[in-house]
Every structure is written in structure tokens, then in C-alpha cells.
């Protein structure tokens, strides 16, 4: 069955600090990836995605993911977080060979200290 | 403006009331899908549609329904049977095998 795992429940980073969001998952043909952002009372925004070619994916807002097959891994890297970047963060896989039927992640918190 | 609408904002049940959440896009989306979204639980899939009077059961739709009447629109009844519905509900579309776009979401709240 497909899943994802997201270790981490919180985070808390000082602003100008690097940051590093894992996700695993669990599916049996190639995935369809995604990070969406939450912030508090709003909807999902798409940050990036990964269909195939090129493992490491530029996204919005100077996010990026690396695509790890052998260790089942995508996750959501930015070198400077600034304190605007404070919401939460979704991982999602793609089963596309159901329909276009998403999963996701149980989600991270990132909090950012001045 | 392309997007997504989900209305209302705000929604109050009372014991044993049916409610409808709507939600409408102007992407020429296909597909269209409806979350239930508890704290620390992510997004748990409610009902999803690939085309027009066509859709199927995600992982918890016991106490909802939905209906697919057109391609712009996905209405979703929370039912009496659903005797926990508070939540924040999201609607997304998106094309087959490509990106999900989500809504602003609706948080139902019971009285």
C-alpha cells in the first residue's frame, strides 16, 4: 500500500539557518512527488514537484527536493529560511496508476526564531 | 482569476443536520477531491471524481456524500451519520496524473 512517512512533527530553525524536511514513502512504481505549504487557516500551495528526469527539483520561494530511489526518500531542502517560511509542510505521492489518488504525510511544523 | 472557491469560510452544524460544502473551479480540471483535514492527522481523503457523474470513496466517506452534476463544480453533504464532522475541509482539482490545486478550505464547527 502507499504511504508517507514525515518523521518530524516540529522543527524550530533560526531565521537565516539552513533547513532540511524529510519524507519517505512507500510505493511500488515510479511516484509522482510533491511539498505543499500551509500556512495557519489557508489552503495547500504547491511548492515543487517531481514526475521524472533531473532528481533535484527547483521549487517556489527557494525551495528545493532531492529524489533518493534507493532510499525511498524526497526531502524539501532551503539553504536560508526566513521567518515568513513559518507554516506547515505537506509531502505527498502521486499513485497515479489509480487515478490520480494523492497520499500524504502527516505534515512538519516549521517554527522560525528571530 | 483561475482557481479554486470554497464557500462558505465558516460553517455551524447543529445535532442531526445535513450540511453542504461547496466547491468550484474554472481550471477545466477533470478530476476534483475532497479532504478532511485534523490536527495532527494530515489530509485524509473524503470522495474523489475523475469526470462528470462519476465518483468513488476515499479512505473515509461514511457519514458523506457528494455529487459531480458538472465539471466545474463538487459539492460535498456532510451528513447526521458523520457524528464527529468537526474539521477543516479542503477541495482540489487537478488533471490526471498531474498537479492537485487546493482551496482556501471550509472549517465546519458543530454547535
Known amino acids: 500500500a502507499q504511504s508517507v512517512t514525515q518523521p518530524d512533527i516540529h522543527i524550530t530553525v533560526s531565521e537565516g539557518a539552513s533547513l532540511e524536511l524529510r519524507c519517505n514513502y512507500s510505493?511500488?512504481?515510479?511516484?509522482?512527488l510533491f511539498w505543499y505549504v500551509q500556512s495557519p487557516g489557508q489552503g495547500l500551495q504547491l511548492l515543487l514537484k517531481y514526475f521524472s528526469g533531473d532528481t533535484l527539483v527547483q521549487g517556489i520561494k527557494g525551495f528545493e527536493a532531492e529524489f533518493k530511489r534507493s532510499q525511498s526518500s524526497f526531502n524539501l531542502r532551503k539553504p536560508s529560511v526566513h521567518w515568513s517560511d513559518a507554516a506547515e509542510y505537506f509531502c505527498a505521492v502521486g499513485a497515479g496508476n489509480t487515478g490520480n489518488q494523492f497520499y500524504f504525510g502527516t505534515g512538519t511544523s516549521l517554527t522560525v526564531i528571530p | 482569476d483561475g482557481g479554486i472557491t470554497q464557500s462558505p469560510k465558516y460553517l455551524f452544524r447543529k445535532e442531526g443536520q445535513n450540511v453542504t460544502l461547496s466547491c468550484e473551479q474554472n481550471l477545466n480540471h477533470d478530476a476534483m477531491y475532497w479532504y478532511r483535514q485534523d490536527p495532527g492527522q494530515g489530509l485524509r481523503l473524503i470522495y474523489y471524481?475523475?469526470?462528470?457523474?462519476?465518483?468513488q470513496k476515499g479512505d473515509i466517506a461514511e457519514g458523506y456524500s457528494v455529487s459531480r452534476e458538472k465539471k466545474e463544480s463538487f459539492p460535498l453533504t456532510v451528513t447526521s451519520a458523520q457524528k464527529n464532522p468537526t474539521a477543516f475541509y479542503l477541495c482540489?482539482?487537478?488533471?490526471?496524473?498531474?498537479?492537485?490545486?487546493f482551496g482556501p478550505g471550509t472549517r465546519l464547527l458543530v454547535l
Open positions: 482540489a482539482s487537478g488533471t490526471f496524473r498531474e498537479t492537485q490545486y
Open positions: 471524481s475523475q469526470i462528470v457523474n462519476d465518483f
Open positions: 510505493y511500488g512504481a515510479t511516484p509522482y
